[in-house]
């Protein structure tokens, strides 16, 4: 999995296959407070290519039992990795007929899809037979991200498969559009269309789930996002039938961020929120110094989140290794002079729009995508674009 899931990088493979080892896991606690750990179990893999990491975990979470930490099997959610699941059509289509990329080598698969539900209430089956506490599903979101184009357009988002198609001609009564009009009752219909689809998946998982007597979550990405819009997801459900939120964001404390923009949400909630920050993004930071660490456990103490620390993808000195724990003191509070508030401001990723430009965007955007996922090169030299948009 680790050569799978890093193929161009140097990796510490040595401290990624101690991460789970009892020692570790001690100094994990010691340090940060552990409560909770979320692990590998299915990355979107084929299962005969995940039978090593299922016994590697197998083997190992009884280290996780002896320190009383809970475990929440990580299963990949609407994605798959292409060449290992090309006998089924699990996937999304945009308005063009294109399969939708997610990262390199994967492809977005259709909550609305029967032979994707499946294989998803299957993965999550094989996760409930290991004795996790809990099951985790991540990146649940319907299709693709919308991009508004001027003030009046959205680009396609979301699914055009047949599946959706025909559910949307049966409910609304008219075809899914290829650009959306931002001023119609086309666009309202849509996004709660996706929404619906996208929940009932959530809520069959939670009941799989729950019917085992485990704990339920999903990843909510950033919420400064209008969730229903972007993700397709409806807070307030999710917060139904999980039992737990967790957000994922570019709001590691610092000097220009916090994550202060994330309590009015938090504070009403009765379950427990998991956040994970980031400063730069996955694999594009070397670890988090001791002030750093400090900094996200005094924020989290003061706005009533429970940090989560990604352990394993950190880059120092271009090598991929699992967190340092033995270069670190335990977490304390701070007098953080990092930004106290920023105020959530619905946000939604914009471009140029005009009748003309708009087509083109849109006609552009999934080939696009493509090229900056599965091209090394276009990737390389666009990806301060990337991250200025999704930051
Ligand atoms: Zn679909």
């Known amino acids: 999995m680790i050569r799978l899931k890093y193929p161009t990088h140097k990796i510490d493979r040595r401290s990624l296959w101690q991460s789970y080892d009892q020692e570790q896991l001690q100094q994990a606690r010691d340090t940060l407070g552990i409560t909770d750990a979320w692990v590998s179990y299915s990355w979107g893999f084929s299962e005969q290519t995940e039978q090593a990491d299922y016994q590697f975990l197998r083997d190992r979470l009884v280290n996780f039992q ?29 308005y063009r007929g294109r399969l939708i990329p997610y990262h390199r080598g994967r492809k977005l698969t259709c909550p609305n899809n029967p032979a ?4 998803l209430h299957r993965k999550v089956a094989l996760a409930l037979e290991e004795e996790v506490d809990g099951v985790f599903v991540d990146n649940m979101h319907f299709g693709l991200f919308p991009v508004m184009l001027g003030k009046g357009r959205f680009t396609f988002f979301g699914c055009q498969c047949a599946y959706c198609q025909e559910q949307f001609k049966r ?94 949400l938090v504070s009403p909630l009765t379950l427990p929120v998991f956040v994970v920050s980031y400063h730069k993004g996955i694999g594009r930071e070397k670890q988090y110094s001791q002030a750093d660490l400090n900094a996200v456990y005094s924020e989290s103490q003061a706005l009533g989140y429970a940090p989560c620390y990604k352990a ?17 003191q335990p977490v304390h509070k701070v007098e953080s ?39 090394k090169l276009v990737r390389r030299s666009m990806a301060w674009l990337f991250y200025r948009v999704v930051r």
Request: hydrophobic fraction near 35%; aromatic fraction near 14%.
């Open 171 to 264: 409910e609304v009564g008219s075809p899914i559009p290829g650009l959306f009009h931002r001023q119609s009752e086309l666009f309202e219909a849509y996004i709660d269309f996706r929404v619906r689809g996208l929940m009932a998946l959530v809520r069959a998982l939670a009941a799989q789930i729950h019917a085992s007597g485990k704990a339920f979550g999903t990843n909510s990405f950033d919420p400064r996002y209008e969730t229903r819009l972007f993700y397709g997801t409806d807070l307030q459900q999710l917060a139904q039938v999980q039992d737990y939120l967790l957000f994922e964001n570019h709001h590691l404390p610092s000097k220009k961020r916090s994550n202060a923009y994330l309590q009015p």
């Open 116 to 119: 994707f539900q499946a294989y």
């Open 66 to 94: 002896r320190l009383g930490i809970k475990t929440h099997a990580y299963v990949q959610g609407t994605n798959l990795v292409w060449a290992e699941h090309q006998d089924t059509d699990y996937y999304c289509r945009d």
């Open 337 to 375: 002079r990092r930004a106290q508030a920023v105020t959530l401001e619905s946000d939604i990723p914009r471009l140029p729009g005009g009748r003309w430009l708009s087509r083109v965007f849109n006609r552009f955007y999934v080939p696009a995508m493509e090229r900056y996922y599965e091209n």
């Open 312 to 328: 394993s993808e950190y880059t120092t000195k271009h090598v991929w290794h699992n967190m340092r724990f033995e270069q670190l």
